[in-house]
């Protein structure tokens, strides 16, 4: 089992930065690899980001490649996404996942464990 709890989140303008973090409970968050995913109002939720075991990333290209970068920190259980250049389309809910999979998933089905979200506004 793994707890996941999101932070970071808030309001910023066009053109600027946040960086979310997820801290996971447990000894064993080496283990899976963690994704990112985000949902606006009205939307189903959409795959961000992931890194695996090994720190291999994947983005979703067409949104946020370039723009956003994921990391992670086994020592502090803790991902991180941080997110520049944002635009008014990224507002959305950002969610972290916890996947026990070694295939590289993009789908929401194929993650464990989810945190309950942070808000993520960004104004024009």
């Known amino acids: 089992q793994v707890q996941l709890v999101e932070s970071g989140g808030g309001l910023v303008q066009a053109g600027g930065s946040l960086r979310l973090s997820c801290a996971a409970s447990g000894r064993t968050f080496s283990s899976y690899a963690m994704g990112w995913f985000r949902q606006a109002p009205g939307k189903d939720r959409e795959f961000v980001a992931r890194?695996?075991?090994?720190?291999?990333?994947?983005y979703d290209a067409d949104s946020v490649k370039g723009r956003f970068t994921i990391s992670r920190d086994n020592a502090k259980n803790t991902v991180y996404l941080q997110m520049d250049r944002l635009k008014p389309e990224d507002t959305a809910v950002y969610y972290c996942a916890a996947d026990s999979g070694v295939v590289t998933a993009k789908s929401p089905a194929e993650y464990d464990f989810w945190g309950q979200g942070t808000q993520v506004t960004v104004s024009s």
């Open positions: 890194i695996s075991r090994g720190s291999g990333t994947t």
